[in-house]
């Protein structure tokens, strides 16, 4: 086992950081406070290979993998951006750009990905649906065949940033849940051109992460050709999960970023801050909480890092990307990317909220004004219980997936 990193990482990572220190934390309070998208920043990560980093140089991206796309979301998270240095990049490169990488025919690499890797076009996958929530099995959203295209109806809730997306990943049924062989099977993913008629959308107003919006979705008889089938016909679960591990992992080093970059302005705030006679961080019921979590999110960050590797190393996509068997097949030997990725997100998230609310803690009442920047890091830690999966979700994976313990939901 070797721990060494390389001098291609720590460029990465350098270059990273420099883009972080462009955007401070303010400059992402007031994007939160207006509403507004960080076009500036886009501009800069794409110009920097950032946006295309896990697409192949001969569509313009940079021909890297998940290793080296976390060291960009850490650094990016870390030194100043919070989760915004995840957040734009998962929802284009992570959410879209990587299955078309793995699952794409010739012909969808060559109309997307260039325009992705250059930052033209962005991305959305449309998945959560009101009445399924986690259960993705459930989804309603229907694509029927006629002739050589696809008519699709149906409704999608919490989809990111579909109002800028000019390719939207589309998760549909192709097959009713009480026909399929099994409850994994009968699920398609389509790629759909935006901006288009028949879908139209509206904004859920949050509680944070105010620089992205989010949005209700509904779907009236979109006709999307054949050609734009992603992956194989009533598999796409399994192409699912080629989005949902990298989505876990992505999250988890933003959840560490973020509380690393928490953790690191209470500290100089502990240093400087004299209530009685000493620094309030010699204290140590202010030292020993941040240390816990500071220790178990490095710990979460090396779990994360491990789930990249082994998603890099070992779980590759068949040859034959349109055979749903083999597909099948391939993900479900790799079994291990998706045990790591969930233990991951657990722990990172747990304690990254910890982390944020120890920070909150130290600066007293400072810790809610939004001029510190803590309070609207600790709204978008928090996000992270309920997406991208639930960490109640999450642990039951591991009692049922790892440990063997019985179903309980």
């Not at 993913?189 to 288009?196: A, G, S, T, W």
């Not at 509680?207 to 989010?214: D, F, K, L, P, V």
């Not at 302005?265 to 979590?293: N, T, W």
């Amino acid at each position: 086992m070797d721990f060494t990193i390389s001098k291609e990482i720590e460029l990465i990572a350098k270059t990273a950081r420099g883009i972080a220190e462009r955007y401070p934390p303010e400059y992402w309070r007031e994007l939160d406070e207006k509403h507004e998208f960080a076009e500036d920043f886009w501009r800069d990560i794409s110009e920097a290979g950032f946006v295309g980093a896990v697409i192949p140089e001969e569509y313009g991206g940079s021909g890297m993998g998940m290793q080296e796309l976390l060291t960009i979301m850490d650094n990016l998270s870390s030194y100043g951006c919070g989760l915004a240095g995840v957040w734009y990049l998962m929802i284009t490169e992570v959410f879209v750009a990587l299955p078309i990488v793995r699952y794409g025919t010739q012909d969808q690499k060559e109309r997307y990905l260039p325009k992705i890797s250059s930052g033209e076009y962005e991305g959305c996958l449309a998945l959560t649906e009101p009445n399924a929530g986690s259960n993705t099995f459930r989804i309603s959203t229907y694509a029927v065949k006629e002739g050589d295209e696809y008519v699709i109806n149906g409704s999608k809730i919490f989809i990111t940033g579909v109002d800028r997306a000019k390719v939207m990943v589309l998760v549909t049924r192709t097959t009713p849940l009480e026909k399929a062989p099994k409850k994994t099977l009968g699920i398609t993913l389509f790629l759909v051109d935006l901006p288009n008629k028949n879908i139209k959308y509206s904004l859920i107003p949050k509680h944070g992460i105010n620089y992205s919006g989010t949005f209700e979705v509904s779907i009236n008889d979109l006709k999307v050709p054949e050609d734009n089938v992603l992956g194989p016909i009533d598999y796409g679960w399994y192409t699912l999960l080629d989005i949902l591990n990298p989505e876990r992992m992505g999250f988890a080093i933003g959840a560490v970023g973020t509380a690393e970059l928490a953790i690191k302005k209470a500290v100089e705030y502990s240093r400087e801050r004299v209530v009685f006679k000493d620094p309030i961080g010699s204290y140590q019921s202010l030292q020993h909480p941040i240390a816990e979590s500071y220790a178990a999110l490095q710990a979460a960050k090396l779990l994360t890092y491990k789930a990249a590797w082994l998603y890099d190393v070992k779980h590759k996509p068949p040859e034959d990307v349109k055979n749903g068997d083999a597909v099948m097949k391939r993900v479900l030997s790799y079994k291990e990317v998706g045990d790591v990725a969930n233990m991951a997100k657990v722990i990172a998230v747990e304690n990254a909220i910890k982390a944020v609310y120890w920070s909150m803690q130290i600066f007293g009442g400072y810790g809610y004004a939004k001029e510190t920047d803590v309070e609207r890091w600790w709204r978008e830690v928090n996000l992270l219980r309920v997406a991208p999966v639930t960490q109640q979700m999450a642990l039951n994976y591991i009692a049922q997936h790892i440990l063997g313990m019985p179903r309980g939901y």
